[in-house]
């Protein structure tokens, strides 16, 4: 079956987070329509019961689906569970009533989600709050022209109607640093001055050289976690050190992941290739492939691009992550502190595919669901219980 797996499980998570649109509505039940004399195949895990009832609903979405031939969903909303026919296996998709949510969380007070934000400091040392800066020119040094755009991003331009500063010339230019930075519940993309674009996550920070674009080494360091697309240079490699760990580029796309609360700094290659060194060892990797290092040793291994680019896509995709990862991607984003009750086994891994832009108790409803875990949100503290 030809079809896009996980873009249809991500259309019924926003559809059962209430955040679909009407033209990924009208995709999804035209998805329906389209496979609904298929035959389900069930993977060996499933008991045979749970398939009885699967089965059944199944049946129920198809004769849905011969009544009316759009807006279906709506109709169906009451049923125990829904469950998609995909390719070799079955996605089960549990809806809970209002009822079940109240007995499993309490949230004396939600959070809302993260929003576009950094600070920018200059090489003179001036802080530039960027979520309060207005749109236009912010700053020119060294022939360059830091502007915020229409759409909130910043970008460098080079301007050769903009005089040098002797003082930034020659030696100095290099010298020439910025730090683009953003606090937890904070995202911001940048245009650099040779036009690689970078998106920066949550607590994350980036320094560059302004006058990139014409040093003979593109070099930038990252503390956190950012999603790079490197304008492509054969003469001029693209440098990128993070916590332990050093990638180097010409032209391509990649994501690093460097928090200094994660075990190992990844970086997970999307296309093109990039090699990567940690210490002595060194790597080249191939287009969805990711190499893992702490200390002198990298691990290189098939990667799960959905969950790795979660963040740059505006989601949480938390199918079979580890539980105590995906709570610090939570905390992040919510800026949040996550306390656990001893209670709470090491070895669990969290469910589900929601949007960022939902408000944090519609992300702790979700992982609930697993029965595995229960949370209560007490001012910005997120306590988990088994």
């Known amino acids: 079956m030809a079809i896009k797996n996980e873009h249809i499980i991500k259309l019924a998570a926003k559809w059962e987070a209430g955040t679909i649109s009407e033209a990924e509505q009208l995709e999804l039940d035209n998805w329906y329509r389209e496979h609904q004399d298929e035959p389900i195949k069930v993977p060996e895990s499933v008991a045979a019961s749970e398939y009885d009832h699967q089965v059944k609903i199944w049946n129920a979405i198809q004769d849905q689906i011969q009544v009316k031939p759009v807006r279906l969903w709506p109709r169906i909303a009451a049923a125990a569970s829904i469950v998609l026919a995909i390719g070799a296996g079955i996605f089960f998709y ?65 301007r050769g109607d903009v005089a040098v500063d002797p003082a930034t010339s020659g030696e100095n230019v290099h010298k020439i640093r910025n730090v683009l930075s953003t606090e937890r519940g904070e995202t911001y993309m940048v245009v650099l001055p040779d036009q690689s674009k970078v998106w920066l996550n949550a607590a994350s920070s980036l320094i560059y050289n302004t006058n990139m674009n014409i040093s003979k080494e593109r070099v930038v360091s990252l503390e956190g976690e950012a999603y790079f697309e490197v304008a492509k240079d054969k003469s ?90 995906a709570m610090r991607k939570i905390a992040r984003w919510y800026n949040v502190e996550v306390v656990y009750d001893k209670s709470v086994p090491i070895d669990i891994e969290s469910s589900g595919y929601i949007s960022r832009t939902n408000n944090l108790s519609a992300v702790l409803k979700l992982i609930e669901k697993s029965g595995q875990v229960h949370f209560r949100i007490e001012d910005r503290r997120i306590f988990v219980s088994k």
């Open 94 to 158: 549990a809806n809970q009533s209002k009822k079940d949510v109240v007995q499993t969380a309490t949230y004396t007070k939600d959070v809302v989600p993260g929003t576009a934000g950094a600070t920018l400091t200059l090489a003179n040392g001036k802080k530039i709050r960027l979520t309060d800066a207005g749109n236009g020119e912010l700053a020119i040094e060294s022939g360059v022209v830091v502007t915020k755009s229409a759409d909130g991003q910043l970008v460098y331009t080079v």
């Open 236 to 325: 001029r490699p693209f440098v990128v050190i993070s916590k332990g760990q050093e990638v180097e580029v010409l032209g391509t796309h990649f994501n690093v992941n460097g928090y200094e609360d994660e075990l190992a700094t990844a970086t997970t290659l999307l296309e093109g290739s990039v090699k990567v060194s940690a210490g002595d060892v060194k790597q080249i990797l191939k287009p969805g492939q990711q190499a893992k290092s702490a200390g002198n040793t990298i691990n290189v291994s098939r990667a799960d691009v959905e969950t790795v680019m979660d963040w740059k896509n505006g989601d949480f995709f938390l199918n079979r992550v580890d539980f105590r990862t």
